[in-house]
Structures are given as C-alpha cells and as structure tokens.
C-alpha cells in the first residue's frame, strides 16, 4: 500500500484527499478556478501534501475527476468541429428522433445542434443493415469532402455512417483518407466510439466525444505534465461517467466517457455507505456548490443506463444531448448553495443560474450581488461564518442579509427570515421532485429507501428533504463535502465495450454469440491490462456480461445480465427468464409467452483496486463535542431559537443527538431539525432517524 491521492472537480468548490498507507484520510477544499480549473487543482494538491508532510513522488495513484466535457458542451466552448456522414443524412442531428419532449408546450426548444450545417459533410456509400455494401465508397468524393471541411478550419472530425456498427469497412478507410488529405485533423469513428444501432443518438455521441476531444486531450496532457513536474510518477487515472477509472491516456481517445465524472463517484461511495451500515437500498443525495445529483442504489449497486442524456429540460425525457454511453443514472439539476434565488411572478425562484466560485455568493465577498442558497442558510444560522470550510473563508452575513432583504423581501413583501426560509425551502422542493424521478419513476417508494446526503450543502438540506419524501433515515456521512473525492479512491479500473446485435433470443447461434463476446472481452481486456503496475490493481481482471432486451415491437430495453463462459441453449434460457423477472420488477408486470428480442450486447472489464477503507470512531470522545451554540431559525419553534453546535470529530461512537442540532466540520455543516434524533455509528457517520 503506498499514498494514493483523489481530486474532483466541482462548478464551485474542488475538492480533495489523500489516503496514506495506514489508511488515514486527509481532506482538503479549494474554490474552482475558472478558466482553468487545473490551477486550484494543483494549488490544492500542494497544499495537501505538504500537510501532509510528503510529495507528490510519494503518491502511487491519483484518480481525477472532473466537469470539464460536460462544460465545453454545455457552453458550447469548441471550435473547428466537423462531421461526415452518409449521403442524405446530413441534417439527422437536426431531426433527431423528432418527438417533442413536451406534447401540448408549443414554446419548447429542442437542443441546438453542437455542429452547424456548413460543417456537416455527406459522402457516397451506403452498408444495409445486414453489414452488406449496396453502395461502395467513392474515395474521390470522400476527398473532396474532407478537403472541404479542412478548408473551413475544421481540425477535428467526427465520422459516422450508416450501419457501420455492423459492417465499418467504409469508416476505417475514410478515416485514412481524412489522414491523407488533412494530417492535422483529429478523427474519431463512431464504431470504435459508439458501435450501436439507432442513427440518431449514435451521431450525437460520436460528434460528443469529437466536440470534447481537443479540450480535454490539451487539458490532460497539461495536468499531467505539470504533475510530473512537481515529482508525480505514477499514471493519472480519470473517473468515467460508468462509475469506472481508466488512464488520461484512454480518456483522451474516449472523452465522451468521462462527461459525468465527478457525480458518479459520489454515487459509488454512497453505495458504500449503504453498505457500512447495512442498507443496500438507497437514494444518493449530492448537493454541491452548484448542482444537485441524485441516484438510486438498488442492492449495493448504482442503477446504471446506456442512453444518458446531458442538460435535460426540467428532466423531461427527450429534451438533452443523447449519448449511448454506460453512465451511472443520475439526475442532475441547478439546485447548489450557490443557485440564485430570485422574485418571479410575485414568488421565489431557485436556480438553475449558479454564482458559482467567480463571483461566487454574497456572502463570500468575491463581488456577488444576487442572493443565493448559501446566502439563505447563512442567514438562517445554519453556517458559521468563522469556520465556513473549515476557516478558509469568513462569510459575510449582513452582506447576505441586505442582498436577500433587496432583491426578495421587500419585492415580494417579506420579513428577512421568511425570504431566506422561503430560499431554504423551493430549494429543497425542487431537489425532492428530482429524488421522485430516481424513486417512483423507476418504480421504487421512497419510503423504503434510506437517504445518503453529502457533498458541501447536502448534509443542510438532507434531513429537511428525507421529510418531504417520508424517508425513514438518513445517512449523514463524516466528510460529507468531500464525499465524490474519497469516492474516486474507491473505484474500480474499467472499460465497457457494446455492440448492436438484433436477434430474438430463441433464434440465436449460441457459437456466433460466444465469438462475438470473445472479441469484446479483448478489446476491453487491452485497455484494461494497459492501465499501469501491479500496485494500480489489487487483484486480476474480471469480465461482467449483460445484454440489453425488449419484447419483440417495443422501442425500448431492459438491461439483464449474460452468464460468463460459453452459451448454448440452456444458459440462453436463462438469459430469456431474467429478462421476465427484471421486466415484471419494472412495469409490474410480464409476459413469458411472448419472444423476446436480443439488441446490444455487453461487456465490462474490471480490474480491483485497493478501494478505501475508513476509519472508525473513537469509543470515547476526544474533547467536548458542544461548541457552542447559535441563533438558528426552525418553522416548528416558530423562528430563531438557541441551538447547539457540535464539533464533528469530538463526537464518539453511540453519542446521540436530538434535534434541533447543528454539527460542524471543515468539509460540511450538518443540520438536524427539531424532532430529528440522530446516532453517531461506528465509522463516524449520523444516522438520523425520523420517525415517519
């Protein structure tokens, strides 16, 4: 065992942790630098390991993770990006599946396509669907197609064409004909990027990975590099979006990959949580600086999904950037501490606008004017403005008090304290109608699920939105803020490959079907073996297989897993009854006599890691555990009353706390209302009990 470091990137804060070889943790915080995020990360890796009282050279693995694909997208930051297509499917990014995400909204916007026509070519060629070539490709066409584009100042391409999933003889050779005629375009094919049916979401992913590429293989190399510099030798591994980490090095060929980086992470150390204290079935509740995550954990393990879509509208199906990738399934919304509160139509607004880290909330003084949730908590009394992350900041609180009085109170007719209850409160509204779209929609009742609230605001708004749900408990987890860095440490090495394949499962060749998993298993197993030393991975490489299936004329799939070995018949069968069981655990309902239909098939290499192991706590306290205590506003008592403040690291194990109650720590607040009791467990963790 030997130090390992992770660090993640958030649209506000980044954070940080250092594990050493005996186990012990040590955390850090940084506000997000903007343009360049990498400057807070390596101002912040500086910090830790001289606190540390070691160097860079000493750490054997740093694992990254970051916003940075979503942000360029999202912005829409790049430039000079092409696409290639089939002759007459120039404008498929512009139909799309043309369904209307919203039916009777005659306003709604679909999303702005990330590449403009002028840099979409088509050429001459066409595979049918069974991988035969009706049209052979006219390589004249094909260079004066990229001749063309290179001429546009195009410098990466994106080439997608039709039924190459199949057959992508037409994709490799013009792939080498952009080489030809334009060595300093970068190229990404859509067979090795997303080699699955469905034209639509395919070319958006395709054209995805391309639009990141640039950005992130510049900002990789140059985080790396400078890490070498400070004495780094080690690889730097990067968090996908599966839940997985692979080398910079594969993130660069991959980037589309990595577009959920940081969240997933956090969703893999709640699922870890969950399994400390013996609850398998969880909701993982991220709040950070900007936005809020929220994902179910059924039996340990996050559910996951192949058609993830980026910047949704008010989470309607439909209305983001469709991406074929394997994606921890998250629901992300514009509810952080520093999401701005406004008066609309005479009531308070929340987000999805963020002050971010620049010019950040009111209450940091960075030249924020408009009033956010952070300001609101402040002036609730739930912050300390003296130990605001862990001293680093002084918050201002009449500062935020007159932002709030100006811009909400006295518009709307209010007293300060019901603005800032009134922040306090949609926000946690808005964050409980996402948390239903990860329960109810997917067929759970929150009731029986257990909450896991972290990041830097979720442990301040997880008791209050447990109570909007009627969530029984809630798991407050000790470094609550840095929860998605730990979580980096815990992650596995892996690479997950798929390919479209539609047969129904009773007329399947089992011998086709093994061959073709054969080929997946080393295309995945090369990027794996490839990921660094022995000390990277702690035990060898294991191969999980699923497919994705449906009855035979719905448009839609259900992931279930595919035994490991040779098929045949039998294992088939198999394969046939758990797509019933999974079906009937989804919808309610299933119908064995009807033929299902095999569509894409896939596989995952992983390889363990040394994982993390946390600390307990002590059985007696090592101090006080009361700080203090401090005015702090509470609905049930009727406004402000005296409310005690504890000291996180002082608390032992079994300690009880009734609220109301506040609980401090560098990296988080917590904030338990009154009624609330919560029990300090072995690992340090509050477990609040509600009593619903």
Not at 248 to 261: C, L, N, Q
Request: glycine letters at 10%; hydrophobic letters at 40%; a neutral charge.
């Amino acid at each position: 065992m030997a130090y390992r470091l992770g660090f993640d990137v958030g649209g506000t804060f980044t954070d940080f942790v250092l594990r050493s070889p005996a186990g012990e943790l040590l955390t850090g915080k940084r506000l997000t630098t903007y343009p360049d995020p990498s400057e807070a990360c390596l101002a912040g890796l500086d910090e830790l390991v001289a606190r540390a009282g070691v160097s860079l050279a000493d750490v054997a693995q740093a694992v990254h993770g970051t916003t940075l694909g979503s942000n360029v997208v999202i912005e829409r930051k790049a430039r000079g990006v092409g696409l290639i297509t089939t002759r007459g499917f120039r404008d498929v990014l512009v139909i799309g599946r043309e369904k209307r995400y919203q039916v009777y909204d005659l306003q709604i916007e679909k999303p702005r396509p990330l590449i403009r026509r002028r840099f979409v070519a088509e050429v001459t060629e066409r595979i049918l669907a069974d991988g035969s070539v009706r049209t052979p490709l006219d390589e004249a066409d094909a260079r004066r197609a990229v001749r063309a584009l290179a001429a546009r100042g195009v410098d990466t391409v994106a080439i997608c064409l039709l039924h190459a999933y199949v057959n992508p003889a037409h994709e490799r050779r013009l792939a080498e004909l952009v080489t030809e005629e334009a060595p300093h375009v970068a190229v990404t094919v859509s067979h090795e990027v997303s080699p699955t049916f469905r034209e639509y979401e395919r070319t958006s992913t395709t054209v995805v990975n391309a639009y990141v590429m640039t950005a992130v293989r510049e900002y990789l190399r140059a985080l790396q590099s400078e890490l070498g510099r400070r004495g780094y030798r080690g690889r730097l591994f990067v968090m996908q979006s599966s839940g997985g980490i692979a080398t910079a090095d594969a993130m660069e060929r991959y980037p589309v990959r990595m577009i959920e980086s940081g969240p997933a992470a956090g969703a893999l150390m709640a699922a870890l949580y969950g399994e400390l204290t013996g609850h398998r079935d969880l909701i993982a509740f991220d709040m950070g600086g900007t936005t809020a995550k929220l994902a179910l954990i059924e039996d340990g393990r996050p559910s996951t999904t192949t058609s993830f879509e980026l910047h949704r509208v008010n989470n309607a199906p439909g209305s983001g950037l469709p991406m074929n990738i394997q994606a921890i399934d998250l629901v992300e919304i514009g509810a952080g501490g520093g999401s701005i509160a406004t008066a609309k139509l005479g009531v308070i607004a929340v987000g999805p606008e963020s002050a971010s880290s620049m010019p950040g909330p009111v209450c940091y003084g960075r030249g924020g004017t408009e009033p956010t949730v952070t300001d609101a908590n402040l002036v609730l009394g739930y912050l300390n403005p003296e130990y605001f992350a862990g001293g680093s900041m002084r918050l201002q609180p009449g500062a935020a008090a007159r932002a709030i009085e100006e811009k909400l109170a006295r518009p709307l007719g209010l007293s300060l304290e019901a603005a800032a209850w009134g922040i306090h409160q949609i926000v946690t509204t808005n964050m409980e109608l996402a948390t239903r779209v990860v329960s109810i929609e997917r067929g759970r009742d929150p009731r029986d699920l257990t909450l896991v609230a972290f990041g830097g605001s979720g442990p301040v708004h997880g008791c209050r939105l447990a109570q909007a749900l009627d969530v029984p408990r809630v798991i407050l987890p000790a470094a609550a803020g840095v929860t998605a860095a730990i979580g980096l440490l815990a992650a596995e090495v892996r690479f997950d490959v798929a390919r479209t394949f539609v047969r129904r499962i009773d007329a399947l060749d089992p011998a086709h079907v093994t061959s073709m998993y054969e080929e997946m298993a080393a295309q995945a197993l090369d990027v794996v073996t490839r990921a660094g030393s022995p000390s990277d991975t702690a035990g060898g490489v294991r191969l999980v297989r699923s497919l994705d299936a449906r009855y035979v004329g719905q448009g839609y799939e259900l992931t279930v897993p595919v035994p490991s070995g040779a098929l045949d018949a039998v294992s088939l069968a198999r394969v046939r009854a758990a797509f019933d069981d999974i079906y009937a655990a989804r919808y309610g309902y299933s119908s064995p006599g009807e033929p299902v239909e095999a569509v894409t098939w896939k596989l995952s290499a992983i390889a363990s890691t040394p994982g993390v192991a946390l600390s307990k706590a002590p059985p007696s306290a090592a101090g006080e555990p009361l700080k203090g205590g401090r005015k702090a506003y509470f609905p049930e008592a009727r406004g402000y009353i005296d409310c005690p403040v504890y000291d996180r690291y002082a608390l032992s194990a079994g300690l009880t706390l009734t609220g109301p109650a506040i609980v401090e720590e560098r990296e988080s607040t917590t904030v338990v209302p009154p009624g609330i009791t919560a029990t300090v467990d072995e690992y340090g963790n509050l477990i609040a009990r509600l009593g619903t």
